[in-house]
């Protein structure tokens, strides 16, 4: 038995002798050789570049992204629902406050609203019959919508704005039609009263000798209604701020047409050196203008048709008449009238036809402002009109003896710069005026 027990101890003296033996070959043969190779890894890493610390980040970051996230799809999902959630939220912004449209609304009680909207804006008009009580229009011109509305039929209490932004088109040229377009103001100022209208402009075709008083007291800075006024000939009052000189354009009350630029003779000889076909007053240039053709016999180079007395309305076959005189001449004589501007000369310029205009004062409250000094038909030369202008009519034989020199090509060139200026001088007008109306406003 005690045999036993010896075997059995000196057997667990064995093992932990084994044991101890492992042990420290692991301690000291195994540790050394992972310092060896520790120090090759040293020896070896300062031969190499060092391992670039942001491929370093980046290998623990792929690392990390690796990694489960138990929560992962329902943090995709709450991020999903949060995202439609502010969509949602900003669609029904948008649908609770639209954009807000820039309407303006335009009542032409005067033919120079047919200009206005047919010859400078652009815009379409229904019925295209002239005769019509009531035709409208609508058009986009820069960021302001505009609707329009011409005629008979057009009168106050027979129409309502349906934007709070209106542009009235009257004539003040003489005491009966300051009666008529009274009466207008009067309307109007009643829709703001009702707060119907915010703003309101007025292109006004002014009195000839610029006598415009009696529309001064319905201007805003007078305690009026008025925001701006665009007012036909060189008034003193015109500031560039807000009121602004407008040209008078082309006769839409005798129905003057928008000229197709493709009949206008633009690369062939015209048969006549200038025109002139209108009305001559006792006493006035026109006569002077007509002896200097008779006594220089030029009167078989131009085409000559006067009349004694001025007739408001032509018919068919005397506007054809002008019509073929402008598009058959190289020069379009101008002489002044009550007033120096008058229609001749923007038909003139919409045939291709050089206006040869008497660049003299007439009688009146007109002339020069604070903004313009060089009067009259200061919009004209301010925007650089191709004319000739003249301060007297003894200046026509050498004009005319200078165009019998010119050689066709010259004639055309010239023509060209003609057609080009007013279509330019359209454009920029139709930029000015959308452009005051959407600062002034909006």
């Not at 009109?385 to 050498?398: H, K, N, S, Y």
Request: proline share 5%; hydrophobic share 40%; charged share 20%.
């Amino acid at each position: 038995m005690r045999l036993r027990w010896k075997r059995a101890a000196g057997g667990l003296v064995l093992l932990y002798c084994l044991f101890s033996l492992y042990a420290a070959y692991v301690v000291f043969f195994q540790g050394s050789r992972g310092s060896g190779a520790a120090a090759r890894e040293r020896r070896r890493g300062s031969a190499l570049p060092l391992q670039n610390e942001g491929q370093q980040g980046e290998s623990q970051h792929l690392q990390q992204d690796n990694e489960w996230n138990p929560w992962e799809e329902d943090e995709k999902m709450e991020n999903d629902l949060q995202h439609r959630a502010q969509l949602q939220g900003f669609q029904k912004q948008i649908l609770q406050n639209p954009p807000r449209r820039k309407v303006v609304q335009i009542w032409g009680k005067a033919a120079i609203g047919l200009y206005l909207w047919e010859h400078i804006l652009g815009g379409p008009l229904t019925p295209s019959d002239v005769m019509a009580q009531w035709r409208e229009g609508e058009l986009k011109a820069g960021n302001l919508y505009f609707s329009f509305y011409t005629g008979p039929a057009v009168a106050p209490g027979r129409i309502s704005p349906d934007t709070e932004n209106l542009v009235l088109v009257l004539n003040g040229r003489e005491e009966g039609k300051v009666k008529f377009a009274t009466q207008w103001l009067h309307y109007v100022q009643t829709l703001h009263q009702m707060h119907k209208l915010k703003h309101t402009a007025v292109v006004l075709l002014g009195s000839e000798g610029c006598e415009n008083g009696w529309i001064q007291p319905y201007l805003r800075k007078h305690g009026g209604f008025i925001d701006l006024l665009f007012l036909v000939y060189d008034s003193p009052w015109v500031d560039e701020v807000d009121v602004f000189q407008w040209p008078l354009g082309v006769a839409t009350y005798r129905n003057f047409p928008i000229m197709d630029l493709n009949n206008l003779m633009l690369h062939s000889s015209r048969p006549y050196l200038c025109n002139f076909l209108g009305t001559v007053y006792k006493g006035s240039s026109r006569e002077t203008l007509l002896d200097a053709l008779k006594q220089e016999k030029l009167g078989a180079m131009c085409l000559i048709s006067v009349r004694e007395q001025w007739l408001p309305q032509e018919t068919n076959d005397s506007l054809k008449k002008y019509q073929d005189a402008l598009l058959q001449s190289d020069l379009t004589l101008c002489p002044v009238g009550i007033n120096t501007e008058c229609y001749r000369i923007y038909e003139a310029c919409a045939c291709g036809s050089v206006p040869v205009i008497e660049d003299v004062m007439t009688p009146g409250q007109c002339g020069n402002s604070s903004v313009f000094q060089n009067a009259p038909l200061r919009l004209l030369k301010s925007m650089g009109a191709p004319f000739i202008f003249v301060t007297d009519w003894g200046e026509l034989p050498a004009i005319l003896e200078k165009e019998k020199a010119m050689s066709l090509e010259e004639k055309n060139e010239r023509r060209r710069i003609v057609i080009e200026w007013f279509k330019q001088f359209r454009t920029q007008l139709k930029k000015k005026f959308t452009d005051i109306l959407e600062n002034k406003f909006f």
